[in-house]
């Protein structure tokens, strides 16, 4: 009788907010920011905003980023831009670091029962609440008289929300008294850029900005067959150079063709071409529902426009060409050109021409417009 063994631990995560186990492409950024939260409060990467399109791993990179926080020791919270975040950040302050500091309850002996031995009573004296930064202000204090640091990590930046800025304005002030305290943000290209030209907070400007785009071929390679590796699965050499062109470098497509091609394999201990071409088919149908139609959605009429006068320039995309093909003055294509870059829906080239940043969009758009 023949046995099947079935491997059924699938290594691929193409759900948000989950960290997969193989990250490819981002060695150097959490190196860096190792070395800052082992190194002194000087350190720039301390403050970085994290700026890509949708699905180009912001935020698995970000969670990434507030595991290394904690091997060294600090206390790490992670909150989404949205009003009642600033209260999250201090309840989730507190959360994280009960062991190390007071709660903010102090406890005085009253008296003891001489009739029951050691019969302790107590009373509880609420500390008083004051507003955000001052009671923010005591958390990192007494942190601080530990030796650690609060490392707070935003996601979906959103400038329109009014405690982000709050935020950003109050960071600004921890740093100027010497607080151990980090701020890495992640967001669009768009609502990144909108916070840092608010002039609030125009000091986020010089934080450090990572632009977190495609991943070369190599390195999407070598977490594709170290994440099928590692959870007992092979994969031919062909089959895996076919996975890895179909990703075109980008690491939720990575994560959904590599899900999908080990579901499609599920009885086997091999993932074939066979396997691969089902997967790379349905992950591009999940791609096209999650992150192109919510693309698409975003874009004006004018930058469809401009988006259809890429299509028909081909290889020859400058502003000169497309301004061309709309029909309109350069100065008005720049517009549109703008736009897009902060939505992180096209590229630029060192030579200047651009691209679109999404992989199938060029075809999807091409369908839709």
Known sequence: M??????????????????????????????????????????????????????????????????????????????????????????????????????????????????????????????????????????????????????????????????????????????????????????????????????????LRRARQRRIGSVSDAEVLRAFLASIEDAGKSIGATALQQAVNATCGYPYMMQLIGYCAWESSRNSKEITKEHVEQGITQAASEFRAGVLDATFRDMSKGDRAFARAMIACGNECTLTNVAKEMGKQTNYASTYKSRLLKQGVITEMPDGSFDFALPMLKDYLAEKL
């Open 2 to 203: 023949d046995w099947v063994i079935l491997v059924n631990n699938n290594p691929f995560t193409p759900t948000f907010g989950i960290v997969p186990p193989h990250l490819a492409g981002r060695k150097d950024i959490l190196e860096q920011m190792s070395d800052a939260f082992s190194g002194d409060i000087g350190n720039p990467n301390l403050s970085t905003i994290l700026i890509g399109a949708r699905g180009c791993g912001k935020t698995a990179l970000l969670s990434c980023i507030a595991n290394e926080a904690r091997k060294h020791g600090w206390i790490a919270v992670t909150v989404v831009a949205t009003e009642g975040m600033l209260e999250d950040i201090y309840q989730r302050t507190l959360e994280a670091s009960a062991e190390h500091i007071n709660q903010g309850v102090h406890k005085h002996l009253t008296g003891i029962e001489i009739a029951q031995l050691l019969g302790i009573e107590w009373t509880y004296e609420e500390q008083a609440e004051g507003n955000w930064r001052t009671r923010m202000n005591t958390l990192l204090s007494e942190l601080g008289d530990r030796g650690i640091g609060l490392a707070i990590h935003v996601d979906e930046v959103d400038a329109s929300v009014e405690e982000m800025i709050q935020l950003a304005s109050t960071y600004q002030l921890f740093i100027g008294e010497g607080r151990r305290v980090s701020l890495i943000m992640a967001g669009l290209p768009k609502h990144t850029l909108d916070l840092m030209d608010n002039e609030r907070v125009s000091f």
